[in-house]
C-alpha cells in the first residue's frame, strides 16, 4: 500500500521580497513521491530559513532579525535553543553567525538541496508522519493489542493500543513501511532498540494530520455539528493560531463546519486542524461521539 507523502511547513524571517519570490517559486506545493514544502507563519513552521545579511547577532546570543514585510519588531532567537532546522541565506551579516547551512535563495538547485537537508534533520518527523498514515490507511479497526511492524525480520515499529503508544525506527523509510507484515505480540519491548524513539499515538496521530494533503475529517463532521469535548492533550506549544481559533468558537457552543469557516481560518487549513483534534479525541459530533478508536478487531487480511 503507497503512503502519501507529507507536507513540510516552512518559516521564512528577513527575506526581500524578490528572495522571498524566488524561494517560494522553488517549492513544490504538492506531495508527489517527495514531500512538499509550503510557507507556513515562522513560530509554527518545521524548518527556518532566515536571512544571513539582516540577521544580526548580539553579544548574549540573541539572534534579530528584521521583518522585511512589516515595520514590526524583530523576531528575536536564542541560537542555543533553537530546536528544528535552520538556514541562512547568503551573504551574512557577521562571521560569528556561524550557521550549520548556508544557500543562496535565487539558486533553484541551492534551494533543493537545502530542502532535502531539512528532511534528512525531520526524519524522527516523517517517521511518525509515515505511522500515522499508515495506521490511518491499513488499520479499519486497532485491537486491544500490542502490533509489531517488521520488514524483512527488521523491526520497524511496535504499536501498543492499551498504552496508547508506539516505539518506532527512526530513520525507518516509506518503503519499509508500505511493505511490513503486521504481527500481534505479547507485549511492548522493555527496553528500546538503539535508534528507536518512543512517542504517544495521540503526538503521532497528530502530526500527521497537521502535515497530510488529504482529507481526513470523518463525514459526519461535515453534516452534522461539532462539539468540544475536554481540551486538546497535546503540548500546549504544539496548537496553532487557526486552532486556538476553533477551540475558542467550540468553547462557546457546537458549531457546524460552515459556521467556523466565518471565523476566518483557511478551509484546508480548519479541515486539517479538526483533524488533530478528532485524533486526539478533544472534538466529535452533536449527534454522537465518532471514536477514532475501537475495540475492534483487525480483519485477518490486515496482519501481513
Not at 511518525?128 to 479497526?141: N, P, S, T, W
Amino acid at each position: 500500500m503507497a503512503l502519501d507523502r507529507p507536507i513540510f511547513w516552512l518559516g521564512l524571517a528577513g527575506l526581500s521580497p524578490q528572495q522571498r519570490a524566488a524561494l517560494v517559486a522553488v517549492l513544490p506545493s504538492q506531495p508527489t513521491s517527495l514531500p512538499a514544502w509550503r510557507v507556513a507563519k515562522f513560530s509554527e513552521a518545521d524548518a527556518w530559513c532566515i536571512s544571513g545579511a539582516a540577521a544580526r547577532l548580539h553579544d548574549d546570543g540573541t539572534l534579530a532579525v528584521p521583518d522585511s514585510r512589516s515595520a514590526e519588531s524583530d523576531l528575536l532567537l536564542q541560537l542555543d535553543q533553537v530546536d528544528r532546522p535552520l538556514a541562512f541565506t547568503t551573504p551574512l551579516s557577521a562571521p560569528e553567525i556561524e550557521p550549520l547551512t548556508t544557500f543562496e535563495p535565487e539558486s533553484e538547485r541551492a534551494v533543493r538541496m537545502v530542502l532535502k537537508k531539512f528532511e534528512a534533520w525531520l526524519q524522527p518527523l516523517r517517521a511518525q508522519y509515515f505511522l500515522g498514515a499508515l495506521l490511518h490507511q491499513r488499520v479499519g479497526g486497532l485491537p486491544h493489542a500490542v502490533c509489531e511492524l517488521t520488514h524483512q525480520t527488521v523491526l520497524l515499529a511496535v504499536v501498543d493500543i492499551p498504552r496508547r503508544r508506539i516505539d518506532y525506527l527512526v530513520d525507518t523509510s516509506p518503503v519499509q513501511l508500505e511493505q511490513a507484515v503486521w504481527n500481534q505480540r505479547a507485549s511492548s519491548p522493555d527496553a528500546l532498540p538503539p535508534r528507536f524513539r518512543q512517542a504517544s499515538l495521540r503526538a503521532v496521530m497528530w502530526q500527521f494530520a497537521q502535515h497530510s494533503a488529504a482529507d481526513l475529517l470523518p463525514a459526519a463532521f461535515k453534516t452534522d455539528g461539532i462539539r468540544l469535548l475536554r481540551p486538546p492533550q497535546v503540548p500546549e506549544a504544539w496548537l496553532k493560531d487557526s486552532q486556538r481559533t476553533v477551540l475558542r468558537v467550540l468553547e462557546t457552543g457546537p458549531a457546524s463546519l460552515a459556521q467556523l469557516l466565518q471565523s476566518g481560518v483557511n478551509p484546508e487549513q480548519l479541515v486539517r486542524d479538526l483533524g488533530s483534534l478528532y485524533f486526539d479525541g478533544a472534538v466529535s459530533t452533536v449527534s454522537g461521539d465518532v471514536p477514532w478508536l475501537s475495540s475492534a478487531n483487525l480483519r485477518p487480511s490486515d496482519f501481513g
